[in-house]
């Protein structure tokens, strides 16, 4: 009966597939119960009852001896077990310590009043002489058991005292029916046990002895009907008629009294109460003789025969269910290993689309910014006259700085107001795109890959990149000029007749231009917006031209000069130099602190102009850097999402291979213990044939 183990741990491993894993178990257990209650070389006899209901006191009577304690209220405390030896003092054996003890200390111990009551559950064992009492000569051993009604473990008392009992004694209480208590008990020992073999013994019927007789045999037809009913039609154990052979009406108390000659109080008609105690127990040695243990033993086998059928029954289906199972998780492997290989090229693809996507996107940013910048350039003139500040000429620092700050604001306000719809049109578009292509991925395979992560399908606000511009890091190699220049002075002159040939006019003279000759600061300046100053026009006249004056051409000069004062006269000379000077005088009286600061203006515009046609590129990089930046990250989450999803189809892959192993583990297992179960039916049938009646 190896089958047995493996079985059991077979079906256990079995057990989410098919709901037979519990009758299986239990089927197993009473196979298990069957095989030790045949091979044990003892009869065992279990005597169960409500408290006070005379149990111990039907063993003293069936002993002839007071052996086990017994009175009014709860009495026995613990199990008993009585077996006879072939010795010629009785001793027992407590269940804490393997020395022998004298029997007279079994009240002591077993009796609920006492200091040294025991655990219900534990058992304390008898060991009476065979010479001594007839009924535990043929290898019986009976068990006496507290009050069923006294503990909730029940099913603890029957797992451990009753499964091996070959006889089980139920001591009722005559005075009333069989209660609730007492059927659940053998409910469970039913369902516990096969065939439980049951006498019923309605104990203290010498209370009917005051009664007229047809009460008392009213009273004991309605017991004697409920007790069948319930053996017959509830347990399902007997038939009608070999149930009410189990059935007694005694008086345990008058059988010892009588016994042990303690006949003066006895009621009216014990004899007849007594009678039936004998029949009880002749009945009850027949149930124990040879031709009732074949019984027993033949009631066991069909009983293991219908279990093995049962079982066999079982294994089959559990056979076509993990079969049935394999194939059904081999499907699922299949269609969810496609998805994943569909999903990782996908997502490949949208990866590498996008990638180029962006970059496009990045470009047409660069070009959008860029044409902005351009536009705000053309309009600088206009940005910087709305510039409102006191100018005061000792602080023209402080002013720089409030004009660098305040085109900061409005080239920033301006970019973002020519910018943003455009390129929150083409941000939004590429994102809306990216969130449509990962929610195509997930609900083409109707699997919910994206889980927590599934808000980011939902559109959130535009991307806004950032337009500012630092612009006093931009101009801080700006220096302006705001002394004095006349209109009509030599190198105004120059300039206005010349125009683009005053420098080659100038180069032809000497190496250094009067733009030149100065400060540093000045110089540059000047070089740059192409202005020079007075005093350095007048600078470079006397270096340059006074000494052509002390040259060979000198003479020629003076000729010219006296020419002209022929020609025009004195007069006219004095009114053009006093013209000349008027006009100086007029023209320096208007430079005030409103023409200085528009002066401050010009210069600052041509300037800026410069540096800002400078990082028109520079400005549409960094704003396109920002936005493929933003969508590169968008497009990681999403595709992060879907790794996730694409994860958890890997984590289910790995789970289904190990249910298909392990389905084709129960469905091998399950033939195999088929084929040995069947062998076991053949070994009970040739049992049956060896032994039945």
């Known amino acids: 009966m190896d089958l047995l183990p493996e079985g059991n741990s077979f079906v256990r491993k079995r057990g989410d597939l098919s709901g037979e894993h519990l009758d299986s178990h239990n089927m197993l257990s009473q196979i298990r119960n069957i095989i030790e209650i045949i091979g044990r070389d003892h009869m065992k006899v279990a005597f169960f009852g409500r408290t006070s209901n005379g149990k111990s006191t039907v063993i003293n009577s069936m002993l002839r001896d007071q052996i086990l304690p017994s009175g009014i209220g709860h009495t026995t405390n613990c199990f008993l077990s009585i077996t006879g030896v072939d010795v010629e003092e009785p001793y027992l054996l407590r269940p804490d310590s393997p020395d022998k003890k004298n029997a007279q200390t079994i009240k002591r111990l077993s009796h609920s009043l006492s ?18 009492c007839a009924l535990i000569r043929d290898e019986v051993v009976l068990v006496d058991s507290p009050g069923i009604d006294m503990s909730p473990d029940v099913d603890g008392w029957i797992d451990t005292h009753c499964l091996d009992a070959d006889v089980f004694v139920l001591v009722a209480n005559s005075e009333s029916t069989l209660m609730h208590s007492e059927k659940n008990f053998f ?18 019927w010498d209370c009917s002895a ?8 009213e009273v004991r037809s309605q017991h004697q009907e409920r007790t069948i009913e319930f053996i017959v039609d509830e347990l399902g154990l007997m038939t009608r008629s070999e149930a009410d052979q189990k059935v007694f009406f005694i008086s345990a108390k008058e059988a010892l009294k009588f016994r042990m000659n303690q006949t003066a109080d006895l009621a009216t008609g014990w004899e007849e109460r007594y009678k039936e105690f004998e029949d009880f127990e002749n009945k009850f040695e027949q149930c124990l003789s040879a031709s009732a243990i074949n019984t027993k033993f033949h009631a066991h086998a069909l009983r293991g025969r219908d279990i093995v059928n049962s079982l066999d029954e079982s294994l089959k289906k559990i056979e076509t269910q993990s079969d049935h199972y394999r194939k059904q998780c081999l499907e699922e492997l299949q269609r969810k290993e496609a998805q994943l290989e569909f999903i990782e090229q996908e997502s490949e693809a949208i990866k590498q689309y996008f990638k180029i996507k962006i970059e496009k996107v990045g470009s047409h940013v660069v070009d959008i910014v860029s044409e902005a910048l351009r536009e705000e350039i053309l309009r600088l003139s206009n940005t910087v006259d709305s510039f409102s500040y006191p100018f005061q000429k000792n602080y023209i620092n402080k002013y720089k700085n409030e004009l660098e700050s305040h085109l900061e604001e409005h080239l920033g306000r301006n970019l973002m107001d020519r910018c943003h719809n455009r390129i929150s049109r083409v941000y939004d578009e590429i994102k809306s795109e990216m969130c449509g292509r990962i929610q195509q991925l997930v609900d083409i395979h109707d699997s919910p890959l994206i889980g927590p992560s599934q808000p980011d399908f939902e559109m959130q606000n535009s991307f806004e990149p950032i337009y500012q511009i630092d612009c006093q890091s931009l101009f801080m190699g700006f220096q302006y000029q705001l002394n004095f220049q006349f209109s ?23 190496e250094t231009s009067p733009e030149q000759i100065g400060s ?17 026009a007048l600078l470079f006249i006397a270096t340059r031209l006074l000494p052509v004056f002390s040259s060979k051409t000198a003479l020629s000069a003076t000729v010219l000069i006296g020419g002209v004062y022929q020609l025009v006269g004195w007069r006219v000379i004095a009114a053009s130099g006093a013209v000349y000077v008027g006009l100086y005088g007029y023209e320096r009286l208007k430079y005030t602190d409103r023409a200085m600061e528009r002066r401050f203006k010009q210069q600052f515009c041509d300037y800026a102009a410069i540096k800002l046609h400078d990082i028109v590129t520079y400005t549409g990089n960094c704003c396109s850097t920002q936005v493929q930046r ?19 189809l890997q984590k289910q892959i790995a789970e289904l291979s190990g249910e298909i192993s392990r389905s084709k583990d129960i469905f091998d297992g399950s033939f195999a213990r088929g084929l040995e179960v069947g062998e076991f039916r053949e070994d009970i049938s040739h049992f049956l044939r060896l032994f039945g009646t």
């Open 488 to 510: 009509f002075g030599p190198t105004a002159l120059a300039r206005r007749f010349l125009g683009p040939r005053y420098s080659l006019f100038l180069q032809t003279l000497g």
């Open 210 to 217: 005051g009664e007229d007789n047809a009460t008392r045999d």
């Open 630 to 648: 933003d969508l590169s990250v968008t497009l990681s989450r999403l595709l992060t999402s879907v790794n996730n999803g694409a994860a958890t």
């Open 520 to 536: 540093p600061g000045l110089a540059s300046t000047s070089a740059r917006t192409g202005v020079p100053t007075e005093e350095n």
């Open 115 to 132: 200091k040294e009551c025991l655990d219900p559950n534990a058992i304390v064992r008898l060991y009476w002489p065979k010479t001594m």
């Open 187 to 204: 409910r469970r020992v039913n369902a516990k046990l096969s065939q439980p073999n049951i006498f019923i013994l309605n104990n203290r």
